[in-house]
């Protein structure tokens, strides 16, 4: 099929990637819709997208090539221990990963959507409807406009508009816990001595209650150290987390500061708390954890993609190359369409069932990594082994699974 009006609401990684791919597919007009004005802000900094991933999304034509990233190897998960400094590294693990810059990435996503594109910064989208019938949709705008066509993709995010009428009853559950996020420039880290930290290797520091991810990303000045620790229980210090709402950088109250720096003093081996404390309070900040499957993927002439489709909660490692996977399977839809009924099968047959099984996967290790948290100090790397493939439930791994050729080229009218 060729032609058609597409409108995109988001222009992150999901929106970028979905304008790129329409355009790519043939339509005869483009249009994204984002809210923020500018250059969109960083939150939080640091992203992982599985090897074997970013080899397919290359291949495909979804992930740019030449964007900044950083290799990772190994991940080793390290507990408190009276022996040393820097804990106890109980498990090895392998880790085929290369790590992102979120502001890096986003930039070379936007630079590569071609130029026929219409990327508009500073439209708030307020609603999507059908329109002509359910032959069109429209959308209306912060400024009282509206606008039609023929496809309007919600690639909007987690707290999603277009989400809301494409599945009304579903919003993102509270997991229960939060996170916190930093970054810091790597040269820092001459201050406590890098001799525990190869530069290929993700460490996970473990303690009853949570668990800390700390690695090397890229930078737009060499490289940064990134870290995300979730504990609970969440601190009381005044967080709404009934809904989704997040903190960002700068917004760490003092109160919240005292209560990571008691976390860092009990539970964490020293080394690994003196890495976090060379955070800037500017560059710490705190999300609350959220997970949600969206049931319905498309409405009409309405498609969700990437984070408004479904919320998966970050331990699974795959939001930006789910994203990315979207935008290839909505692709590869379109090229077998004759029709939009046969774009939007297309895309539901091969993206539908792929988010919940993220979102089911996420949760399990939520569960296991922070909710419930296991003996870390007595574990050995068998125990560690059998604990994990327990949370993988028979999922191959992390980082997402690879889309299956048959499912994402499928022919949608048989
Ligand atoms: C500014 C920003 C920074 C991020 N930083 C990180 C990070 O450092 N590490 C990480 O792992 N993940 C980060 N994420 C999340 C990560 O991008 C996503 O989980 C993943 O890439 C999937 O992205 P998405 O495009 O589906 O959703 P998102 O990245 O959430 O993008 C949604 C986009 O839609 C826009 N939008 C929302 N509502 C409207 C509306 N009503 N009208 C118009 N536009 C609207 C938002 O401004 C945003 O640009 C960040 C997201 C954003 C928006």
Redesign the pocket.
Same mark, same amino acid.
């Given at each position: 099929m060729r032609g058609g009006t597409v409108t995109v609401? $988001? &222009?992150?990684?999901? &929106?970028c990637a979905f304008a790129s791919a329409a355009a790519r597919a043939g339509a005869d007009a483009v249009t994204v819709?984002?809210? +923020?004005e500018g250059r969109?802000?960083?939150? &939080?900094? $640091?992203?992982c997208v599985h090897d074997d991933r970013a080899a397919e999304l290359t291949a495909a034509g979804t992930l740019p090539p030449g964007i900044a990233a950083h290799r990772l190897a190994r991940r080793r998960w390290v507990v408190r221990d009276p022996a040393g400094p820097a804990g106890r590294v109980f498990w090895d693990q392998p880790f085929p990963f290369h790590s992102y810059h979120?502001g890096l990435l986003w930039q070379g996503m936007r630079e590569a959507t071609p130029a026929s594109v219409d990327y508009r910064h500073g439209?708030?989208?307020?609603g999507v409807a059908a329109a002509d019938g359910g032959d069109r949709a429209e959308v209306h705008l912060a400024d009282g406009g509206v606008e039609a066509g023929d496809l309007v993709v919600g #690639?909007? &995010?987690?707290? +999603?508009?277009v989400r809301r009428a494409v599945s009304p009853d579903s919003r993102p559950d509270y997991a229960g816990y939060i996170c916190w996020r930093g970054n810091f420039d790597a040269r820092r880290l001459a201050a406590v001595g890098e001799e525990h930290w190869p530069s290929e290797a993700v460490t996970t520091v473990c303690f009853e209650g949570g668990s800390c991810v700390v690695y090397r990303i890229p930078g737009p000045d060499g490289l940064r150290v990134n870290w995300v620790l979730y504990a609970v229980p969440p601190p009381a210090a005044g967080l709404r987390l009934d809904d989704p709402t997040s903190f960002p950088p700068g917004r760490v109250t003092a109160e919240l500061a005292v209560g990571l720096t008691a976390l860092l003093d009990h539970a964490f081996p020293p080394y690994w708390a003196r890495v976090l404390a060379l955070t800037d309070p500017e560059d710490t900040f705190v999300q609350p954890i959220y997970d949600l499957e969206t049931a319905p993927i498309t409405a009409g002439r309405l498609l969700l993609? $990437?984070? #408004?489709a479904t919320v998966v909660r970050?331990h699974n490692t795959s $939001?930006?190359a789910k #994203?990315l996977q979207d935008a290839t399977a909505f692709e590869a839809a379109w090229r077998s369409a004759a029709t939009w009924d046969e774009v939007l099968h297309g895309y539901r047959s091969a993206r539908g069932a792929a988010g919940r099984e993220l979102v089911a996967l996420a949760r399990r290790l939520g569960r296991a990594q922070v909710e419930r948290t296991p003996p870390w100090s007595t574990m050995r790397p068998g125990d560690a082994h059998a604990w994990w493939q327990d949370q993988l439930g028979g999922a191959p791994g992390i980082g997402g699974q690879a889309m299956c050729p048959a499912t994402a080229a499928q022919d949608p009218r048989h």
């Amino acid at each position: 099929m060729r032609g058609g009006t597409v409108t995109v609401v $988001g &222009g992150s990684i999901a &929106g970028c990637a979905f304008a790129s791919a329409a355009a790519r597919a043939g339509a005869d007009a483009v249009t994204v819709l984002e809210r +923020s004005e500018g250059r969109l802000a960083d939150r &939080g900094l $640091g992203l992982c997208v599985h090897d074997d991933r970013a080899a397919e999304l290359t291949a495909a034509g979804t992930l740019p090539p030449g964007i900044a990233a950083h290799r990772l190897a190994r991940r080793r998960w390290v507990v408190r221990d009276p022996a040393g400094p820097a804990g106890r590294v109980f498990w090895d693990q392998p880790f085929p990963f290369h790590s992102y810059h979120w502001g890096l990435l986003w930039q070379g996503m936007r630079e590569a959507t071609p130029a026929s594109v219409d990327y508009r910064h500073g439209v708030t989208v307020t609603g999507v409807a059908a329109a002509d019938g359910g032959d069109r949709a429209e959308v209306h705008l912060a400024d009282g406009g509206v606008e039609a066509g023929d496809l309007v993709v919600g #690639a909007d &995010g987690y707290r +999603s508009v277009v989400r809301r009428a494409v599945s009304p009853d579903s919003r993102p559950d509270y997991a229960g816990y939060i996170c916190w996020r930093g970054n810091f420039d790597a040269r820092r880290l001459a201050a406590v001595g890098e001799e525990h930290w190869p530069s290929e290797a993700v460490t996970t520091v473990c303690f009853e209650g949570g668990s800390c991810v700390v690695y090397r990303i890229p930078g737009p000045d060499g490289l940064r150290v990134n870290w995300v620790l979730y504990a609970v229980p969440p601190p009381a210090a005044g967080l709404r987390l009934d809904d989704p709402t997040s903190f960002p950088p700068g917004r760490v109250t003092a109160e919240l500061a005292v209560g990571l720096t008691a976390l860092l003093d009990h539970a964490f081996p020293p080394y690994w708390a003196r890495v976090l404390a060379l955070t800037d309070p500017e560059d710490t900040f705190v999300q609350p954890i959220y997970d949600l499957e969206t049931a319905p993927i498309t409405a009409g002439r309405l498609l969700l993609a $990437g984070d #408004a489709a479904t919320v998966v909660r970050p331990h699974n490692t795959s $939001g930006a190359a789910k #994203a990315l996977q979207d935008a290839t399977a909505f692709e590869a839809a379109w090229r077998s369409a004759a029709t939009w009924d046969e774009v939007l099968h297309g895309y539901r047959s091969a993206r539908g069932a792929a988010g919940r099984e993220l979102v089911a996967l996420a949760r399990r290790l939520g569960r296991a990594q922070v909710e419930r948290t296991p003996p870390w100090s007595t574990m050995r790397p068998g125990d560690a082994h059998a604990w994990w493939q327990d949370q993988l439930g028979g999922a191959p791994g992390i980082g997402g699974q690879a889309m299956c050729p048959a499912t994402a080229a499928q022919d949608p009218r048989h």
